[in-house]
Structures are given as C-alpha cells and as structure tokens.
C-alpha cells in the first residue's frame, strides 16, 4: 500500500479559463498534458473556482485552454 499522496502538479501543465471581460484576468488550475484535472487534490475554494469557471465558458470565460508552466 502506498501511502504518499500523488503531487497536485502533474507533468507542469495547467488548465487556464481567461476572463471574456477582463484582459488578463484567469482562473488556472493544475492538470495533466490532456488537461485533466485532479479535483480531490484541489482545495475546497479552487474546486469551487474550476465548476465555476467550467459553467460560465462561453459566457464569462473562453473555453480552457492547456498551458506548459
């Protein structure tokens, strides 16, 4: 059994939602190269951050995109 918990970075990509309305404004988050993210490894506020930002592409942010960090 393997105790250690898996790293919340995976592989130094994230998942970025920019604002429609604010120029430089982002919500990012860690993910893997697909942009999958970890959301049991996320805080509570990131986590309500990243469904957030998930139900509003298109009307608040665009679509994510996947960005090497």
Do not use: H, W
Not at 13 to 18: G, P
Not at 39 to 68: C, H, M, W
């Amino acid at each position: 059994m393997n105790s250690r918990p898996m790293p919340l970075i995976c592989d130094g990509y994230e998942l970025r939602f920019e604002s429609l309305y604010q120029a430089g404004r982002a919500l990012a988050f860690p993910c893997d190269a697909r942009g999958g993210v970890r959301l049991d490894a996320l805080s509570e506020k990131a986590l309500q951050n990243y469904l957030f930002a998930r139900a509003v592409v298109g009307r608040d942010y665009a679509s994510p995109t996947i960005r090497r960090v």
